[in-house]
């Protein structure tokens, strides 16, 4: 079978070669390729004939097709759905910020984590990515909206923990000054609670942002919206959050859904803000984008802009995140499942 060759380091692709007594600088040349969107090795014209050949014969070259794109006519939002090489799909989302165009990528196929008012998690988990298929959300996202990415978030399809090694090798790749370079403090990575796997993330001392989907203050309340708080309870989640920022000196920030209803009370402010007393982190609220298949309904204006007047006061730094992209399904797993209905023949509205 032929390997992946863009999933490989620079290092790994160094040691390849020289066991094939090709000269060291040849695999910076193939890396420099792969990290500009090259999807042939026939189009590597700076590399031998039978080098090429050679290449084609050994690795294959991850490239997803666009099986749909979205643009928002409100803030020039760009929501893609990639088809990958066996035909499953993934989103991922470029957005336009005045420090700089971020995009938020998938690492998995599905989700296993069941969280209620997601879209992602409906069907459950098909298979996770490779490093090489998340690199290249980032890759072909940049080139065909003709935008410098500067950031990324890993928080679309996927718990980014759930596939830890192949994010840890896809970070490497694209903090590589040979390749994107984009710079650890410039990444945020999204769990929905997996303790074990912080805690390992954690020993890694990474500059990245890590960001915790919270979305609720006690266990009652979060375990009905979040499997995962039956294995891992709130108050042994938030312990991994300070063991993590004593390992790496990075503040946490808590993403934090307004549901009407579940999670947006005043008394759960009032929770969340002695929950979150005396740490270093930061609370990003989040109104709900509904999902056609649960009955979860976002918190009016009103009760998120009292939420936050409540952590505020207590001293917690507390936002209310920007809405991009409503009018394009951005919220996540919403363009897939669309795009599964319209294959198998089923009808689907704009905006569901």
Same mark, same amino acid.
């Not at 942002?209 to 203050?217: D, E, F, G, I, M």
């Not at 979060?222 to 920022?245: E, G, H, K, Q, T």
């Not at 993403?255 to 009370?265: F, L, P």
């Not at 951005?330 to 704009?350: I, M, V």
């Given at each position: 079978?032929?390997?992946?060759?863009?999933?490989?380091?620079?290092?790994?692709?160094?040691?390849?070669?020289?066991?094939?007594?090709?000269?060291?600088?040849?695999?910076?040349?193939?890396?420099?390729?792969? #990290?500009?969107?090259?999807?042939?090795?026939?189009?590597?014209?700076?590399?031998?004939?039978?080098?090429?050949?050679?290449?084609?014969?050994?690795?294959?070259?991850?490239?997803?097709?666009?099986?749909?794109?979205?643009?928002?006519?409100?803030?020039?939002?760009?929501?893609?759905?990639?088809?990958?090489?066996?035909? !499953?799909?993934?989103?991922?989302?470029?957005?336009?910020?005045? #420090?700089?165009?971020?995009?938020?990528?998938?690492?998995?196929?599905?989700?296993?984590?069941?969280?209620?008012?997601?879209?992602?998690?409906?069907?459950?988990? &098909?298979?996770?990515?490779?490093?090489?298929?998340?690199?290249?959300?980032?890759?072909?996202?940049?080139?065909?909206?003709?935008?410098?990415?500067? !950031?990324?978030?890993?928080?679309?399809?996927?718990?980014?923990?759930?596939?830890?090694?192949?994010?840890?090798?896809?970070?490497?790749?694209?903090?590589?000054?040979?390749?994107?370079?984009?710079?650890?403090?410039?990444?945020?990575?999204?769990?929905?609670?997996?303790?074990?796997?912080?805690?390992?993330?954690?020993?890694?001392?990474?500059?990245?942002?890590?960001?915790?989907?919270?979305?609720?203050?006690?266990?009652?309340?979060?375990?009905?919206?979040?499997? &995962?708080?039956?294995?891992?309870?709130?108050?042994?989640?938030?312990?991994?959050?300070?063991?993590?920022?004593?390992?790496?000196?990075?503040? &946490?920030?808590?993403?934090?859904?307004?549901?009407?209803?579940?999670?947006?009370?005043?008394?759960?402010?009032?929770?969340?803000?002695?929950?979150?007393?005396?740490?270093?982190?930061?609370?990003?609220?989040?109104?709900?984008?509904?999902?056609?298949?649960?009955?979860?309904?976002?918190?009016?204006?009103?009760?998120?802009?009292?939420?936050?007047?409540?952590?505020?006061?207590?001293?917690?730094?507390?936002?209310?995140?920007?809405?991009?992209?409503?009018?394009?399904?951005?919220?996540?797993?919403?363009?897939?499942?669309?795009?599964?209905?319209?294959?198998?023949?089923?009808?689907?509205?704009?905006?569901?």
């Amino acid at each position: 079978m032929k390997l992946d060759i863009k999933s490989m380091t620079l290092p790994e692709l160094r040691t390849a070669f020289q066991a094939r007594n090709l000269p060291a600088y040849r695999a910076k040349q193939v890396f420099t390729w792969l #990290h500009r969107g090259a999807t042939r090795f026939a189009d590597m014209s700076d590399l031998p004939k039978d080098l090429r050949a050679t290449l084609a014969e050994t690795y294959f070259i991850t490239a997803p097709e666009i099986a749909r794109k979205q643009v928002s006519k409100r803030d020039g939002t760009v929501k893609y759905l990639w088809r990958l090489g066996d035909g !499953n799909c993934v989103e991922s989302v470029l957005m336009r910020y005045r #420090h700089g165009n971020t995009i938020c990528i998938s690492t998995e196929v599905g989700c296993a984590m069941g969280c209620k008012f997601c879209a992602s998690t409906l069907g459950g988990l &098909v298979r996770r990515l490779s490093p090489a298929e998340m690199l290249d959300q980032v890759l072909f996202a940049g080139q065909d909206a003709e935008m410098p990415i500067s !950031n990324i978030v890993l928080m679309g399809i996927g718990e980014p923990l759930d596939n830890l090694d192949s994010v840890l090798r896809f970070l490497e790749l694209v903090n590589s000054p040979e390749g994107l370079n984009i710079g650890m403090r410039h990444i945020s990575l999204s769990t929905c609670g997996l303790v074990e796997r912080i805690d390992e993330l954690a020993e890694r001392k990474l500059q990245l942002t890590l960001s915790v989907s919270l979305h609720a203050p006690d266990d009652e309340s979060r375990s009905a919206i979040m499997p &995962v708080n039956r294995r891992w309870p709130v108050d042994d989640l938030l312990a991994a959050c300070r063991r993590y920022f004593e390992k790496t000196g990075r503040r &946490v920030s808590f993403e934090y859904t307004m549901i009407d209803g579940v999670s947006d009370s005043e008394a759960q402010a009032r929770l969340l803000a002695s929950k979150l007393r005396g740490m270093a982190a930061h609370v990003n609220l989040i109104p709900l984008n509904a999902v056609a298949e649960r009955t979860l309904r976002p918190s009016p204006r009103p009760s998120v802009a009292r939420f936050q007047e409540i952590l505020e006061r207590a001293g917690v730094t507390a936002t209310v995140r920007r809405s991009l992209g409503g009018d394009i399904d951005a919220s996540c797993g919403q363009l897939r499942r669309k795009y599964a209905g319209e294959e198998e023949g089923t009808e689907w509205k704009h905006g569901d």
